[in-house]
């Protein structure tokens, strides 16, 4: 019962604060537009991070397109018909590329 008590007279302060026209309810906003200026804390915090995390971009030299690690008479069974590793990393860009031009000669891509 108590909290019924409290919570009805919570309201009805809540209700009185509350702006009866829209001329209160727009000097209500202007009020706290005034007041208070928001400052998305959460992306600058994001950006500081993304900064630590890659650095400074603009320091780092562009590299030159490097040529393709696949040669482009390779085929599928070339590819897979050893267990050595690849002499240098495949960029996962060139290895799709190869891959669709694979399956789209042999019709299983459209």
């Given at each position: 019962m108590e909290n019924n008590v409290s919570n009805s007279l919570s309201l009805v302060t809540n209700v009185s604060s509350c702006p009866t026209t829209v001329n209160d309810e727009t000097k209500l906003l202007e009020e706290n537009?005034?007041?208070?200026?928001?400052?998305?804390?959460?992306?600058?915090?994001?950006?500081?991070?993304?900064?630590?995390?890659?650095?400074?971009?603009?320091?780092?030299?562009?590299?030159?397109?490097?040529?393709?690690?696949?040669?482009?008479?390779?085929?599928?069974?070339?590819?897979?018909?050893?267990n050595r590793p690849f002499p240098q990393p495949i960029p996962v860009s060139e290895m799709v590329d190869f891959l669709v031009d694979i399956w789209q000669e042999e019709g299983l891509y459209d």
């Amino acid at each position: 019962m108590e909290n019924n008590v409290s919570n009805s007279l919570s309201l009805v302060t809540n209700v009185s604060s509350c702006p009866t026209t829209v001329n209160d309810e727009t000097k209500l906003l202007e009020e706290n537009a005034n007041n208070v200026s928001f400052v998305n804390q959460g992306a600058i915090a994001w950006n500081e991070m993304r900064r630590a995390w890659v650095g400074d971009r603009s320091k780092k030299p562009h590299r030159a397109p490097r040529e393709p690690t696949i040669s482009w008479c390779a085929t599928y069974e070339d590819l897979l018909s050893t267990n050595r590793p690849f002499p240098q990393p495949i960029p996962v860009s060139e290895m799709v590329d190869f891959l669709v031009d694979i399956w789209q000669e042999e019709g299983l891509y459209d």
